[in-house]
T-cell receptor, first 119, second 111 residues
Framework: AQSVTQLDSHVSVSEGTPVLLRCNYSSSYSPSLFWYVQHPNKGLQLLLKYTSAATLVKGINGFEAEFKKSETSFHLTKPSAHMSDAAEYFCVVSDLVIDYGGSQGNLIFGKGTKLSVKP | DAGITQSPRHKVTETGTPVTLRCHQTENHRYMYWYRQDPGHGLRLIHYSYGVKDTDKGEVSDGYSVSRSKTEDFLLTLESATSSQTSVYFC??????????FGPGTRLTVT
């Protein structure tokens, strides 16, 4: 079964410094991986996704993530943090399900990393 | 943003009462999902639907039922609400790809 572990529950950075949010996954096959962001009292927004194409994935708002199969990692990075990046970030692996209509993915969420950005 | 609405957005109810949450989409997507979000747990799948009248259980389905009589609507019912079901509930939709799009959430408090 697929699983995902976010290694830090809370990360604090200063504005203008790099961001690193760490995620390790467990999967018995080549997984699809995602990062979602949730701003306070909001729904979840897809930041980026990896689906076995390029291992370096670029997302919205300057974020990117690198898929490393040898390390089973999918860490999220951004070169320079902005105050508006303060939010909770979820690493997600897709648990592929085959049903009568074909295949689709049930998402398995990590427990989240809360990012704080100091002025 | 994907056309997903949830109603109500906030609800306070008493233990033992039935509660129904509604998810409505305008994207004509085949798949719809209900999740609950609790601190320290991320999101956990309750039920999902892969078509009209076709549903299946997720990780935390006990105490919940769902129905989907139209493509655009997916209902989540708590037959007899308990305090452990106090949570934020999210609906999500997807087409033929794995990425899901989430609604704004419903905050449910069971007293």
């Amino acid at each position: 079964a697929q699983s995902v572990t976010q290694l830090d529950s809370h990360v604090s950075v200063s504005e203008g410094t790099p961001v690193l949010l760490r995620c390790n996954y467990s999967s018995s096959y080549s997984p699809s991986l995602f990062w979602y962001v949730q701003h306070p009292n909001k729904g979840l927004q897809l930041l980026l996704k990896y689906t076995s194409a390029a291992t370096l994935v670029k997302g919205i708002n300057g974020f990117e993530a690198e898929f490393k199969k040898s390390e089973t990692s999918f860490h999220l990075t951004k070169p320079s943090a902005h105050m508006s990046d303060a939010a909770e970030y979820f690493c997600v692996v897709s648990d592929l399900v085959i049903d009568y209509g074909g295949s689709q993915g049930n998402l398995i969420f990590g427990k989240g990393t809360k990012l704080s950005v100091k002025p | 943003d994907a056309g997903i609405t949830q109603s109500p957005r906030h609800k306070v109810t008493e233990t033992g009462t039935p509660v129904t949450l509604r998810c409505h989409q305008t994207e004509n997507h085949r798949y719809m999902y209900w999740y609950r979000q609790d601190p320290g747990h991320g999101l956990r799948l309750i039920h999902y639907s892969y078509g009209v009248k076709d549903t299946d259980k997720g990780e935390v389905s006990d105490g919940y039922s769902v129905s989907r009589s139209k493509t655009e609507d997916f209902l989540l019912t708590l037959e007899s609400a308990t305090s452990s079901q106090t949570s934020v509930y999210f609906c999500a939709i997807s087409g033929f790809v794995e990425e899901q799009y989430f609604g704004p959430g419903t905050r449910l408090t069971v007293t």
